[in-house]
């Protein structure tokens, strides 16, 4: 039996185009001759749906589009298994399973639940979904699948050192003896993260010597990316098929006659900037909108947003502004317009040092014989911010933002300045993260000058300002904000680690927990690490920092 994995881009609420993705793969599928053809988690009603489950509306939304999906395969000569959002009959309090459906020539074969539901960094499911009961193998085309959803296959007692649950499904599942092992997922991207769910797979493959088949979700929504990455794998856990990674795909497999393929060389710096390109096209795109604007500072951050932003949308779609104060040096601008001619892209300048002075004499009773400070190098970003927020506004164009991790982390950002955008493009990168993608950026065509590269970094706020000034080596930030940030670990263990002083380390660590007042109020952060700053990250504003 030829089976597809048909990896698609759905949008959150959009039932009419994703049931118009889901059918054109279908039939392609079967032009390719597959008998079955496989989505992701939740395809039908987009992931992650978050409160929408609470609206009754969009749950009898999701069974009119199990029913119209159920209609419209009677013209399919393959069967479709997809998965979907469906009321729940529990009395838990909960609304809705997390279900899969497999729909064969207009009848509805199974409904199978989710039995797994994660609770943890990015996942609320146990805050909507009620657990499945017993799940059963079913018999199709004489083979008896096991269909597990995502979470359901991340329990195997072989394979995680630390358990998150009591249960394994597929224990349960293989003792029905099914001949074959789907599994409907929406698993998002992060670092590593593609490797470490290909060797989880393969060792389930092995533990139950029978196929395993993953169709993963591909595109961005809010925070989140998905990888794609779907895959077949044999009995022996050897790759088998492999569907495209950061694009909508369809492979065909036969899982018991396919040859064995080479692994794909994982290109980490790679995925980071595929993975944000993809989030950021899709952030504006299904937010309505087809422009951005970027302001380009002359540094190394800025730039690779702009880079991002001219992929994501085309160079015709994306606007850089650059903003000289009384301190930007003449550098600065002409590494931006040199930048932005290497991309294809617009650059007006407005000037904000009339703005600046303006601003200074309105608050000069206020402030007089008090001596210049931050104060006043944050009126200099909030100026820049007002003037981003009125293009915004006149050209309908969102405003990415340029921080990265290491500033976020630490505060080093204005808020209401710096931070205003609608999306932290690359704020889940440290510093050395970012100069490594635009090194790789750099391979085989100069995309960002070489001035921006090998410049001190500085925010140009005051006269001869670098960010050393502020904060320690990005070669030494970094590794602490990834530790704390990112693992959880101690000061103590972080400098016995790396051989960093302790009391640079409690510096940075207080930074990191003064600031969260900040990162509570910026822009959504796109994910391309373990644990980010947003949604998987979730800390009161109002606490006593310890040292």
Not at 262 to 290: H, I, M, N, S
């Amino acid at each position: 039996m030829k089976i597809a994995l048909a990896q698609i881009d759905p949008t959150v609420g959009d039932f009419t185009g994703n049931l118009e993705k889901i059918l054109a793969a279908s039939r392609r599928a079967a032009a390719l001759g597959a008998r079955l053809t496989v989505f992701s988690e939740l395809a039908i009603c987009g992931y992650p749906p978050a409160d929408f489950i609470e609206k009754p509306s969009f749950l009898a939304r999701c069974q009119t589009a199990v029913d119209e999906l159920c209609a419209a395969s009677r013209s399919l000569s393959t069967a479709v298994l997809a998965g979907v959002a469906l009321p729940s009959d529990r009395e838990d309090g909960k609304p809705a399973f997390n279900a899969a459906v497999l729909v064969d020539r207009g009848a509805l074969l199974l409904e199978q639940h989710k039995r797994l539901l994660p609770f943890y960094d990015v996942f609320d499911e146990q805050r909507y979904f009620s657990p499945s009961g017993p799940q059963k193998v079913i018999e199709f085309e004489r083979t008896r699948l096991a269909i597990t959803i995502c979470e359901d296959a991340w329990n195997d007692k072989n394979f995680w050192p630390r358990r998150l649950y009591t249960v394994d499904p597929m224990e349960e599942l293989m003792r029905q003896n099914p001949a074959l092992h789907i599994n409907l997922s929406s698993s998002p991207f992060w670092h590593g993260k593609r490797a470490v769910r290909r060797e989880m797979l393969a060792a389930i493959a092995r533990r139950d010597s029978i196929p395993v088949l993953m169709s993963n979700q591909v595109g961005g929504n809010d925070s989140l990316i998905f990888d794609g990455s779907s895959l077949a794998l044999n009995a022996r856990g050897e790759l088998i098929a492999q569907a495209a990674s950061f694009q909508e795909d369809l492979v065909i497999v036969d899982p018991f006659h396919a040859s064995p393929l080479p692994l794909p060389e994982d290109d980490e710096t790679e995925a980071a900037y595929r993975a944000l390109v993809v989030g950021t096209r899709d952030y504006v795109r299904k937010c309505g909108f087809q422009k951005a604007i970027v302001a380009l500072s002359g540094g190394i951050d800025s730039a690779l947003v702009a880079a991002i932003a001219a992929d994501a949308l085309g160079p015709e779609n994306v606007t850089a502004i650059g903003m000289p104060s009384p301190y930007s040096s003449s550098g600065s601008i002409d590494d931006s317009r040199r930048l932005a001619s290497n991309l294809g892209i617009r650059f007006e300048i407005i000037s904000i040092s009339g703005l600046f002075a303006d601003f200074n004499l309105a608050l000069a009773p206020l402030f007089k014989g008090l001596p210049p400070d931050l104060t006043e190098e944050n009126i200099q970003p909030r100026i820049r911010g007002a003037i981003l927020m009125a293009l915004s506004n006149k050209f309908g164009a969102l405003v990415l933002t340029t921080g990265n991790k290491s500033e976020m982390a630490v505060g080093y950002c204005t808020l209401y300045g710096d931070m205003v955008g609608a999306l932290a493009v690359i704020g889940d990168l440290v510093k050395t993260r970012v100069y490594s993608i635009c090194r790789w950026l750099n391979q085989s065509q100069e995309k960002i000058p070489a001035a921006i590269l090998t410049k001190p970094p500085s925010a140009e706020l005051r006269p001869g300002q670098i960010d050393t000034d502020s904060l320690p080596p990005y070669d030494v930030l970094d590794p602490i904000v990834e530790a704390y940030v990112e693992r959880y670990e101690t000061p103590e263990s972080i400098a016995e680690q790396h051989g960093f002083p302790l009391h640079l380390v409690q510096q940075v660590v207080r930074l990191i927990e003064r600031s969260e007042y900040k990162r509570q109020q910026a822009a959504p952060v796109l994910k391309v690490t373990s644990k980010s700053f947003g949604m998987g990250r979730r800390f009161p504003i109002a606490v006593k920092v310890q040292s």
